[in-house]
């Protein structure tokens, strides 16, 4: 049986301080304005009136314009949203996935066995997976009594409770 979630932090007990998302879309559109601003000057210095056609000012204008052209994309590709992503838990195979969804195509970001966790802990219906190191990994939330007995299960079988 695999449990699916989504990696959340709105069901993470009070106590964790929460991410404001507000700042990330204010640094990606700011990215994403800089990025193009930075294009349109490298496309401006070609179209605007009075540029001058020297022949010694052409190198200079062509590099300055690939190197603005390239800075710019590659700052608005930075910028882009990457998708969230989701927390798998294997109960057959005793172990937890990190996967990311694109489009169709699942990316697995890490793999962990359930008996290389450095341990677990449950609040209410959130259980709290930390890594040997004692960094979270995942705060998921069961809600499905079956599947909540089935990972709670795992992880005391593993040892992790």
Do not use: N, Y
């Amino acid at each position: 049986m695999t449990a699916l979630s989504d990696f959340m932090t709105d069901a993470a007990p009070s106590d964790r301080p929460q991410m404001v998302d507000g700042r990330r879309w204010v640094m990606r559109s700011a990215q994403t304005l800089g990025g193009t601003t930075l294009v349109l000057a490298a496309l401006g210095l070609w179209v605007l009136p009075g540029a001058s056609w020297d022949a010694d000012l052409l190198l200079i204008k062509l590099g300055l314009s690939l190197f603005l052209g390239f800075a710019g994309i590659a700052i608005m590709q930075m910028g882009r949203a990457r998708p969230l992503v989701q927390v798998e838990i294997d109960t057959t195979r005793r172990e937890v996935r990190l996967v990311r969804l694109a489009g169709r195509v699942k990316e697995l970001v890490d793999r962990t066995a359930m008996s290389d966790l450095g341990g677990a802990a449950v609040q209410g219906g959130v259980v709290s997976l930390f890594d040997a190191h004692g960094d979270l990994i995942a705060d998921v939330a069961l809600t499905d009594p079956q599947t909540r007995k089935s990972v709670l299960g795992a992880l005391r079988d593993a040892g992790k409770l």
